[in-house]
């Protein structure tokens, strides 16, 4: 028996602790820690809640863009307010344009390396590569000459001694199972991807003056101008630039991106069968329709059963913190996020320490349950709700990829599906750009150029007391945003961000949450070098920056940002604790 610490855990967003136990070459236990404190919403506690939305963005700046939308729809639902449906469609553009970027980022930057040996392919023959890459697709970057100057590229890494963004690594690993061809072939399209991502992600300029954190949010809609007339506004220009953007996103990923996966699958097909975890997938659904119903269904599923999608109650969601560094007055039981509280109470181990006491506190991930059931969300969760649901579109790519691969709908409760959905995902998103695209011109056309409601805009129309619940289906998965106002003033707000829910520590029973569950009966080839813990937990593309931020343990006050300037702020000093 051999237990495991691997801290921090690189190529995610935040910071995030694993702890494995190894018994004859598997993992028999496995425990997730966050090792940040969050805080966010003790910052919005008495300030006006048409701020929350920019505030809460900053709670991570991978994401960019998706707490905005939450927080702007809870104040809405609080309210009653019901946005235009040219809000609506540049909420749709900019989370699908989010959904696409940060997607094949996931695959090449975070995750394809757990996969492909990148200094194996100093060993590839620049002509099989072309020859490999073009019996795959008929993207143009495809020659000998091509691919010989990306191996030229990266030998010059190496022979300098310095890998660069390839180094700390477990080159060599006896888990990597790619042909060298194959190896150079990804890490052309890692060093293209780069490239691809930055040209991509313009349409976040135009629609929301800047990436990350948008500028354009509002409560009751969108600051994004509509004029055909005017230059300083969205017009016919603007939007024939994002529909090029738009066509070049959908060929990256039909021609590079899929291809990749469906090549290097069939290398891997016994992670088919390792990783499953829990079997319950949870989706609050996405991408609003003009009728109100998502694109993407809502909906969960339980112990792997796709003949049954239950629907969500967001008042069964609670939150646990029987093993989480925060405090409630009877741990036995959670609390919903209306009711939530986040209250520091830092009982582990300080620096330095071997490992973690597991048997008590040992997170600042809370354990969110819906129905006293843990979930796994994020791409998976989505793609499996919307097979199960009929979505006609996802049935099609799911069933096209599976046949590919000679795999049946079991193969998806996996570390390899979890993977394979991400890439599905993208390819029904960035089909999507364009008729959106084309609903707006419609718009447009008929002389709709209406972005904001507001009616109830201004604080003296509003109740004396109101709750809302915003939620939105993140790239990682789903995302609620809770908010409770009393006298025009933010009562309380609470987060339950996708890896909250896959982050998830044991709750007040024991059960187990989602990272914890997918490592258990992972294989294990070499104790010290842990590949094989890398890709399961790479697969759900961890964010631990959006549910936990940094605070000093001895609340040492480390700096002090000025905010008097700030209208509809109520505090002159928004203070700053962190690690110097």
Same mark, same amino acid.
């Given at each position: 028996?051999?237990?495991?610490?691997?801290?921090?855990?690189?190529?995610?967003?935040?910071?995030?602790?694993?702890?494995?136990?190894?018994?004859?070459?598997?993992?028999?236990?496995?425990?997730?820690?966050?090792?940040?404190?969050?805080?966010?919403?003790?910052?919005?506690?008495?300030?006006?809640?048409?701020?929350?939305?920019?505030?809460?963005?900053?709670?991570?700046?991978?994401?960019?863009?998706?707490?905005?939308?939450?927080?702007?729809?809870?104040?809405?639902?609080?309210?009653?307010?019901?946005?235009?449906?040219?809000?609506?469609?540049?909420?749709?553009?900019?989370?699908?344009?989010?959904?696409?970027?940060?997607?094949?980022?996931?695959?090449?930057?975070?995750? =394809?390396?757990?996969? !492909? $040996?990148? +200094?194996?392919?100093? #060993?590839?023959? *620049?002509? &099989?590569?072309?020859? @490999?890459?073009?019996?795959?697709?008929?993207?143009?970057?495809?020659?000998?000459?091509?691919?010989?100057?990306?191996?030229?590229?990266?030998?010059?890494?190496?022979?300098?001694?310095?890998?660069?963004?390839?180094?700390?690594?477990?080159?060599?690993?006896?888990?990597?199972?790619?042909?060298?061809?194959?190896?150079?072939?990804?890490?052309?399209?890692?060093?293209?991807?780069?490239?691809?991502?930055?040209?991509?992600?313009?349409?976040?300029?135009?629609?929301?003056?800047?990436?990350?954190?948008?500028?354009?949010?509002?409560?009751?809609?969108?600051?994004?101008?509509?004029?055909?007339?005017?230059?300083?506004?969205?017009?016919?220009?603007?939007?024939?630039?994002?529909?090029?953007?738009?066509?070049? =996103?959908?060929?990256? !990923? $039909?021609? +590079?991106?899929?291809? #990749?996966?469906? *090549?290097? &699958?069939?290398?891997? @097909?016994?992670?088919?069968?390792?990783?499953?975890?829990?079997?319950?997938?949870?989706?609050?659904?996405?991408?609003?329709?003009?009728?109100?119903?998502?694109?993407?269904?809502?909906?969960?599923?339980?112990?792997?059963?796709?003949?049954?999608?239950?629907?969500?109650?967001?008042?069964?969601?609670?939150?646990?913190?029987?093993?989480?560094?925060?405090?409630?007055?009877?741990?036995?039981?959670?609390?919903?996020?209306?009711?939530?509280?986040?209250?520091?109470?830092?009982?582990?181990?300080?620096?330095?320490?071997?490992?973690?006491?597991?048997?008590?506190?040992?997170?600042?991930?809370?354990?969110?349950?819906?129905?006293?059931?843990?979930?796994?969300?994020?791409?998976?969760?989505?793609?499996?709700? =919307?097979?199960?649901?009929?979505?006609?579109?996802?049935?099609?790519?799911?069933?096209?990829?599976?046949?590919?691969?000679?795999?049946?709908?079991?193969?998806?409760?996996?570390?390899?599906?979890?993977?394979?959905?991400?890439?599905?995902?993208?390819?029904?998103?960035?089909?999507?750009?364009?008729?959106?695209?084309?609903?707006?011109?419609?718009?447009?056309?008929?002389?709709?150029?209406?972005?904001?409601?507001?009616?109830?805009?201004?604080?003296?129309?509003?109740?004396?007391?109101?709750?809302?619940?915003?939620?939105?289906?993140?790239?990682?998965?789903?995302?609620?945003?809770?908010?409770?106002?009393?006298?025009?003033?933010?009562?309380?707000?609470?987060?339950?961000?996708?890896?909250?829910?896959?982050?998830?520590?044991?709750?007040?029973?024991?059960?187990?949450?989602?990272?914890?569950?997918?490592?258990?009966?992972?294989?294990?080839?070499?104790?010290?070098?842990?590949?094989?813990?890398?890709?399961?937990?790479?697969?759900?593309?961890?964010?631990?920056?959006?549910?936990?931020?940094?605070?000093?343990?001895?609340?040492?006050?480390?700096?002090?940002?000025?905010?008097?300037?700030?209208?509809?702020?109520?505090?002159?000093?928004?203070?700053?604790?962190?690690?110097?």
């Amino acid at each position: 028996m051999t237990r495991i610490a691997i801290d921090p855990i690189t190529r995610i967003e935040g910071h995030l602790r694993i702890e494995v136990q190894v018994d004859g070459g598997a993992v028999s236990d496995a425990w997730a820690s966050a090792t940040m404190f969050r805080g966010i919403e003790l910052i919005l506690k008495g300030r006006d809640p048409r701020d929350a939305w920019t505030i809460t963005q900053r709670a991570c700046g991978v994401c960019t863009t998706v707490h905005a939308l939450g927080s702007v729809r809870a104040v809405e639902d609080a309210l009653g307010i019901t946005v235009p449906s040219n809000a609506r469609i540049l909420r749709n553009l900019i989370q699908a344009t989010q959904y696409i970027q940060d997607h094949v980022v996931h695959f090449y930057h975070l995750h =394809a390396l757990d996969w !492909v $040996d990148v +200094v194996s392919a100093l #060993d590839a023959d *620049a002509e &099989a590569t072309s020859k @490999l890459a073009q019996s795959i697709s008929d993207w143009p970057k495809s020659s000998t000459d091509y691919f010989q100057g990306v191996k030229d590229k990266l030998a010059s890494y190496v022979n300098s001694g310095q890998l660069g963004p390839f180094g700390n690594a477990y080159w060599g690993h006896s888990a990597y199972k790619l042909p060298p061809e194959a190896n150079l072939m990804a890490v052309a399209h890692y060093l293209e991807a780069l490239d691809w991502q930055r040209d991509m992600i313009r349409a976040h300029a135009i629609l929301g003056s800047k990436n990350p954190h948008l500028q354009t949010y509002l409560v009751g809609g969108m600051a994004t101008p509509i004029d055909p007339t005017s230059q300083a506004a969205l017009n016919a220009d603007s939007i024939a630039f994002l529909q090029g953007l738009f066509r070049k =996103a959908k060929e990256f !990923v $039909d021609k +590079v991106y899929l291809p #990749d996966v469906l *090549a290097i &699958a069939p290398f891997y @097909l016994d992670w088919a069968a390792i990783g499953g975890g829990l079997g319950n997938y949870l989706s609050y659904g996405d991408f609003p329709q003009a009728d109100g119903t998502p694109w993407l269904q809502s909906g969960f599923i339980l112990n792997k059963d796709l003949s049954k999608v239950n629907s969500v109650d967001q008042e069964k969601i609670a939150e646990h913190v029987a093993h989480s560094w925060y405090q409630y007055d009877d741990e036995k039981k959670g609390k919903h996020p209306w009711e939530g509280e986040t209250n520091p109470n830092f009982t582990g181990p300080k620096p330095p320490y071997k490992f973690l006491e597991t048997d008590q506190k040992y997170s600042w991930m809370k354990a969110p349950r819906l129905a006293d059931h843990a979930m796994e969300v994020g791409p998976l969760a989505r793609m499996l709700v =919307a097979y199960a649901s009929g979505h006609t579109r996802v049935v099609e790519v799911v069933n096209s990829v599976l046949k590919a691969l000679g795999a049946g709908p079991e193969a998806l409760f996996s570390t390899l599906g979890r993977t394979a959905a991400r890439c599905i995902e993208t390819v029904v998103v960035a089909e999507q750009l364009e008729p959106w695209t084309n609903e707006l011109i419609a718009n447009i056309a008929s002389g709709d150029i209406a972005i904001h409601e507001g009616s109830l805009w201004e604080p003296a129309t509003w109740p004396a007391e109101a709750k809302g619940w915003g939620h939105t289906e993140a790239p990682r998965g789903s995302l609620g945003h809770w908010i409770h106002i009393q006298d025009q003033k933010t009562l309380n707000y609470q987060m339950v961000v996708p890896s909250t829910w896959n982050c998830s520590p044991r709750d007040a029973k024991g059960q187990i949450g989602p990272y914890e569950s997918a490592l258990i009966g992972t294989p294990i080839a070499d104790e010290k070098m842990p590949l094989e813990v890398l890709r399961t937990i790479h697969s759900f593309d961890p964010c631990i920056a959006c549910g936990v931020h940094l605070l000093d343990v001895d609340g040492n006050e480390i700096n002090q940002v000025s905010v008097d300037t700030v209208e509809n702020f109520n505090s002159p000093l928004l203070k700053v604790r962190g690690v110097r």
